[in-house]
């Protein structure tokens, strides 16, 4: 009989999980539309000649406003992350797929609502926050669709049963490739700050990172199998 009621809380448990997982997406999914939209006002209203670099900067006061409004997009995700898991590692897991989600979506409502981008080779400003991220858009598009993978890979090992461990390699690498990838999005933000042509992107910096982070995941993964209950 234990043996049963053990087996109907772990069925319960993965149906709850399923049921957050898919309100999850559905939230990112109408976030990143929504982000989408919120650009398209902004184009229409500063940039009515078409976006491409180098651009015409912000005034000041919308800088700012945007700045703000980039920092509360980040902390919605979070508390979302943070209200959908039970334990720090299941929610760094909700966090890294809610983040690509979103992200993927948003350039999916670009290319819908404007048509944009026509390439992926297409450069965006891809941040502001705490200097102008610069790139292509197929660079954001892998690197999100990477954390999408690895967030329902750690989702799915609680599911299991298990628990996301991280050793310190997994931690020496994952900080290595967040900033190699940061570095290769910030080196030239002169462009964006001059109003100048950027300098081509250097996409060996993005495959070293994305597979630095795919590295750290492997060891941390191993240890969690080795560690779960």
């Known amino acids: 009989m234990a043996v049963s009621t053990r087996q109907l809380d772990r069925s319960a448990s993965r149906a709850a999980g399923r049921g957050r997982l898919l309100w999850t997406g559905l939230f990112a999914v109408a976030f990143g539309y929504l982000?989408?939209?919120?650009?398209v006002y902004l184009r229409a209203l500063y940039y009515p000649d078409g976006f491409a670099l180098p651009l015409r900067a912000l005034p000041a006061e919308m800088l700012r406003i945007e700045l703000g409004r980039?920092?509360?997009?980040?902390?919605?995700?979070?508390?979302?992350a943070v209200l959908s898991g039970r334990r720090l590692g299941e929610r760094f897991?909700?966090?890294?797929?809610?983040?690509?989600?979103?992200d993927i979506v948003y350039y999916i409502g670009l290319w819908i609502t404007l048509d944009w981008p026509a390439s992926l080779l297409d450069w965006d400003i891809l941040f502001l926050l705490p200097l102008?991220?610069?790139?292509?858009?197929?660079?954001?598009?892998?690197?999100?669709?990477?954390m999408v993978g690895i967030g329902i890979a750690i989702l799915w090992l609680y599911r299991q049963g298990?628990?996301?461990?991280?050793?310190?390699?997994?931690?020496?690498?994952?900080?290595?490739?967040?900033?190699?990838l940061l570095y290769s999005f910030m080196r030239d933000t002169g462009a964006t700050l001059h109003q100048r042509a950027p300098e081509p992107y250097a996409y060996g910096w993005l495959a070293a990172g994305l597979a630095l982070y795919g590295i750290a995941y492997a060891i941390a993964r191993l240890a969690s199998r080795r560690e779960a209950p």
């Open 35 to 39: 982000e989408a939209a919120v650009v």
């Open 93 to 102: 897991g909700y966090f890294l797929f809610l983040f690509g989600l979103w």
């Open 162 to 180: 298990g628990r996301l461990r991280l050793p310190a390699l997994s931690w020496l690498l994952g900080i290595a490739a967040t900033a190699i």
């Open 70 to 80: 980039e920092l509360a997009t980040l902390v919605m995700l979070a508390a979302v």
């Open 132 to 146: 102008p991220w610069l790139g292509p858009v197929i660079a954001p598009l892998l690197i999100a669709a990477n």
